[in-house]
C-alpha cells in the first residue's frame, strides 16, 4: 500500500501513454495518488485526473513561478474548486529562488494569499521551496500556518529547517534524491523525521530515483523511494509504505479504500 502524495500525471511527457503509465502505479502496488494543479493550465487538468480516477486525488494551487500570471479571480476560482470531495490541498504554493521567472515580492505576495485561503478553507498546504528557506518559514510563521499544516514537498533543506516546520504542524516528504548516492543531507534529515511525520513521493515526471535516474520519472518508481527511506529508518518497505500511507490518508482526510483492509 503506497501513496504518492504529489505527481504531476498530467504532464505532457506523459501524453504518449498516460494510461498505460497510471495502470503501472496500479499494478506497482500505489493505492493513492495527489495530482497537483499548480497554474492556469494544470489545474483543470488535474481535475479532470481526479474525476476520471476513484483513487486519484486533486491539490490546486499557484506556483510561485508562475506567481507573475495571477490575475484577478484567479484566487476566488482555486477556492470554487475546492468545493469538490476530491480536492485534498492547497498547492503548491511556496517560494521559488532558483529560477527567475516570477518576482520576490510578487511571490511571497501570493504565497500570503493562498496561506489564507487555505486557513480560511481549513485545507493543508503543499509547499514548494528551492533556495528560499528562511523567508518560507518566516512567512508560514508570520501567517499562522500551523492552523492547517500541510506537506514541505521533496524537502531539501537542513534539519534546523526542517524541525522548524515540525514545530509547525508540517510533515515532511521525500523523493527520489534519497535514492541518490551523494545525498547525505537528505538522508541525514529523514532519518530525524519522527515516523508520523514522514511522506513519501516522485514528483513525476521530474527527479526520477535510482536506477532511473536520468529518465522520466512516473508514479510507480515510488516504490524505490520507499525502499530507500525503510531502509535509512531501519524499517521493512510493508511497514514503511503502510506508515507513509496512512499519514497522508490523515492529512488529506481522504478515507482508506475498502479493499484495502483485506490485503
Avoid at 232 to 249: M, Q, V, W
Amino acid at each position: 500500500m503506497l501513496f504518492d502524495t504529489h505527481a504531476h500525471l498530467d504532464s505532457a511527457k506523459f501524453e504518449e501513454e498516460r494510461e498505460a503509465m497510471i495502470e503501472r502505479a496500479r499494478d506497482n502496488g500505489v493505492d493513492y495518488i495527489v495530482n497537483v494543479g499548480f497554474n492556469r493550465e494544470t489545474i483543470p487538468t488535474t481535475m479532470a485526473l481526479a474525476e476520471q480516477y476513484e483513487w486519484i486525488y486533486a491539490a490546486v494551487g499557484w506556483h510561485p513561478q508562475d506567481a507573475i500570471t495571477m490575475q484577478e479571480g484567479d484566487l476566488a476560482w482555486i477556492e470554487s474548486l475546492t468545493a469538490h470531495p476530491k480536492v485534498v490541498a492547497i498547492g503548491e504554493i511556496g517560494l521559488d529562488y532558483y529560477w527567475d521567472t516570477s518576482p520576490k515580492d510578487v511571490q511571497q505576495q501570493v504565497f500570503r494569499e493562498q496561506i489564507r485561503l487555505a486557513r480560511k478553507l481549513k485545507l493543508p498546504i503543499i509547499i514548494h521551496n528551492r533556495d528560499a528557506h528562511q523567508d518560507v518559514v518566516n512567512i508560514l510563521q508570520e501567517e499562522n500556518a500551523a492552523e492547517v499544516g500541510g506537506i514541505m514537498h521533496c524537502f531539501s533543506g537542513s534539519w534546523e529547517i526542517a524541525k522548524r516546520c515540525l514545530d509547525m504542524n508540517f510533515h515532511i516528504s521525500f523523493g527520489g534524491p534519497i535514492t541518490f548516492k551523494n545525498a547525505k543531507q537528505p538522508k541525514e534529515v529523514l532519518a530525524q523525521v519522527p515516523l508520523d511525520r514522514l511522506l513519501i513521493e516522485t514528483d513525476c515526471p521530474y527527479l526520477t530515483p535510482h536506477p532511473f535516474r536520468g529518465k522520466r520519472n512516473e508514479s510507480a518508481y515510488v516504490r524505490y523511494v520507499a525502499e530507500a527511506a525503510a531502509e535509512i529508518k531501519g524499517l521493512e518497505i510493508e511497514e514503511l509504505a503502510s506508515i507513509t500511507t496512512r499519514n497522508a490518508l490523515k492529512l488529506f482526510s481522504i478515507p482508506l479504500q475498502k479493499d484495502e483492509n483485506e490485503r
